[in-house]
């Protein structure tokens, strides 16, 4: 398994990065990771540039325009080990799990509180939010310490 991009808010960009399976746990909609069926070859057309082969550099020579230059795509891409975002733990009382999101807290919050499958506590980096089931439905949702 590895850590993938998982987009929670399209208009808003907000997106949790974890293993699939333990985010689904959380989950009554399993969510699927955007490299899924996401990674494809493109290509695109370089024009006539002209280059400097340092700064001040009296002769700058011209690059002849480029065409069909081929390169792979992916939406979900990461770069090594490291996971862009702010730290989030996701805890139910029997499992404690740990992801990153980007986007704002609360985009991740309104996806949480209206998909959540059990009752739990979200610990953002600034407080920790009881999310229930129950109150999913329709009740506003307070934030305790």
């Known amino acids: 398994m590895a850590i993938e991009k998982h987009t929670v808010d399209e208009t808003n960009g907000a997106a949790i990065y974890g293993e699939t399976a ?13 490299t ?3 990674v494809e070859v ?12 340092y700064l001040g550099d009296p002769k700058p020579f011209t690059v002849p325009p480029v065409t069909g ?3 792979l795509y992916d ?6 080990a490291a996971t862009p975002g702010k730290e989030m733990i ?12 980007t986007g704002a807290w609360v985009d991740v919050h309104a996806f949480l509180l209206g998909d959540a499958a059990m009752d739990l506590t979200a610990y953002s980096e ?20």
Do not use: H, M
């Not at 333990?22 to 955007?34: C, E, G, M």
């Not at 996701?90 to 999101?101: I, P, Q, V």
């Open 42 to 53: 493109r290509s695109k057309n370089l024009p006539q540039r002209s280059v400097r082969r």
């Open 36 to 38: 899924a069926g996401g």
């Open 69 to 71: 230059v081929r390169f």
């Open 126 to 145: 600034g407080a920790a939010y009881v999310i229930t089931v129950a109150a999913a439905e329709g009740a506003v949702q307070t934030k305790t310490r």
């Open 90 to 101: 996701l805890d139910d009382g029997a499992e404690k799990r740990s992801f990153t999101y």
């Open 22 to 34: 333990n985010i689904n746990y959380f989950l009554k909609t399993q969510l699927t990771s955007d």
């Open 75 to 80: 939406p979900g891409r990461k770069n090594g």
